[in-house]
């Protein structure tokens, strides 16, 4: 019935249902094979761009960290430097203690220590670090032979933490002893963490 039905169009008639049929067709096989495609290819274009820009970003957040890591690196550099020139304030007050038997293990005699007296101490509150620093000027006068105050000087320059020696001044003492009297002046300094404010 329907095939009598297409024979009683006009063949103008049929030949635009036939177009149309394959003009739907074609549109299916569109939707059905080609349109996920082409979507997926569109897609990929678009995560292709956002790749793009993550490379670059990520990329631009390396060499930022490579700075930072070399920042970090120059920063404990300089910590260890200036861990071997300060004391804690414990271990400044340890070195005073044990000053005039280093001059002794020497062979010097201590003629006079000045460590509160005219010793000076500076208190230094530094408001950008969590630290306070303690300066503190010792005197010394010891007596010994040339050889023994260089064995003493060289303990004082090489102590770690560093000991400052401000003031040096060697006299030969009276006499034909051949001793040496070196005055010095010694400069320490000791960090120790800042006390936070009560209120806070």
């Known amino acids: 019935m329907i095939a009598d039905r297409i024979r009683m169009y006009p063949k103008a008639a049929r030949n635009a249902s036939s177009a149309a049929l ?10 059905w094979v080609l349109s996920p495609h082409v979507g997926y290819l569109h897609a990929m274009q678009r995560f292709g761009s956002v790749v ?10 390396c060499s ?21 020139g300060v004391f804690t304030a414990e271990g400044a007050k340890a070195f005073v203690r044990g000053l005039l038997p280093l001059v ?12 509160a007296g005219n010793g000076k101490t500076n208190r230094i509150e530094e408001p950008n670090a969590p630290m ?5 000027h010792l005197s010394l006068i010891a007596l010994g032979q040339p050889d023994q105050v260089s064995a003493l000087l060289q303990r004082l320059g090489d102590n770690r ?10 006299d030969f003492s009276d006499g034909d002893s051949g001793q040496v009297e070196c005055n010095l002046v010694l400069t320490l300094y000791a960090v120790e963490n800042r006390k936070e404010p009560s209120g806070r």
Request: hydrophobic letters at 45%; aromatic letters at 6%.
């Open 104 to 115: 002794e293990d020497t062979g010097c005699v201590v003629v006079l220590a000045d460590f």
């Open 161 to 170: 933490p560093r000991i400052w020696i401000d003031s040096c001044q060697c």
């Open 64 to 84: 930022t960290l490579d700075v930072k890591v070399s920042q970090w690196k120059t920063v404990q550099q300089e910590l260890a430097e200036l861990d071997q």
């Open 22 to 31: 394959v003009i739907i067709g074609v549109l299916a096989m569109y939707s």
């Open 132 to 136: 306070v620093i303690d300066v503190s």
């Open 52 to 61: 793009d820009r993550v490379a670059e970003e990520k990329d631009r957040i």
